[in-house]
């Protein structure tokens, strides 16, 4: 692999800061200036530094934020706070980018990576991965309502109707309730509740898969995770255990951080 090209692969440089960085003799191979952007190396077995900082190889990257309200989840907005401003400038890689979508008012889980082929099988329904969100709902959680999910329940869009993949919902507490989705569409736990006469009054995604947040983890923090810790999102635990874990951990998640 190209030096520039490994250096703005892992590390917050474009290709032409790092090919820069070089000449400017900023850069060592194994202890050793090397000026010439186009140099070969080995990233698994030379140790690259740059400003006398090593620079740590990795093939792909995962960031686990605990999203906070208010900021969008996209890499670049004119006017509004995105995901990608709250990690530290040096974490900001070229093509990290946020794996599925959480509303602008939905706190949680939200996993950034450069890894393209990890993000597709977490998020394309065909693969099953179960995403579990913890809902505070305005009005108690109806009997009838976890059989309905759990059939698929009919969304409107547009003129006609679009219908869910079987949903799995239990109540945890009054007036909370934990659901586990399968897939992701627009609004999606807001308008299922909606659907059933209920009202979404706060949201918060506490897992994905076999990975939960870190229940003491604060809102806007984020942990680099490894590859075989992102490799548990896609198995997907007992629904009861889930429940039993957010009873648990998240319950009084609103109270903890208010609304
Ligand atoms: N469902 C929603 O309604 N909003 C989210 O942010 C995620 C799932």
Redesign the pocket.
């Known amino acids: 692999m190209r030096l520039d090209r490994f250096l703005s692969e892992q590390t917050a440089l474009s290709r032409k800061e790092a090919q820069a960085a070089v000449r400017a003799g900023a850069v060592q191979v194994d202890g050793i200036i090397i000026r010439k952007p186009d140099s070969p190396i080995f990233p698994e077995k030379n140790q690259v530094s740059l400003r006398g900082t090593p620079v740590a190889y990795a093939a792909n990257h995962y960031f686990l934020l605990h999203k906070p309200s208010g900021v969008i ?1 996209a890499t670049e907005d004119k006017n509004q706070k995105t995901v990608l401003d709250l990690l530290r400038p040096e974490d900001r890689l070229p093509k990290l980018a946020p794996c599925g ?3 602008l ?2 706190t949680g889980l939200l996993l950034m990576t450069d890894d393209g082929q990890f993000a597709h099988r977490m998020l394309s329904p065909k693969h099953h991965v179960l ?1 579990y ?1 913890l809902a505070k709902l305005r009005d108690p959680l109806a009997e009838d309502v976890p059989q309905k999910f759990l059939s698929g329940i009919s969304l409107r869009e547009g003129s006609g109707e679009v219908s869910c993949l079987p949903a799995e919902c239990a109540g945890i507490a009054p007036r909370m309730a934990v659901i586990a ?1 399968r897939e ?9 509740f909606a659907a059933v006469g209920n009202h ?1 009054d706060a ?1 918060l ?1 506490f897992q994905v898969g076999n990975l939960p947040l870190p229940p003491d983890s604060q809102p806007g923090q984020y942990f680099v995770i490894s590859d075989k810790e992102a490799v548990e999102m896609l198995r997907n635990p007992a629904f009861s255990s889930v429940c039993a874990f957010c009873k648990q951990n998240y319950s009084s998640y609103w109270i903890n951080n208010p609304l």
């Open positions: 989840t979508r959480l509303d008012d939905t995403k969100y989705l992701g569409k627009y609004h999606q736990v807001k308008r299922m979404v949201l995604r």
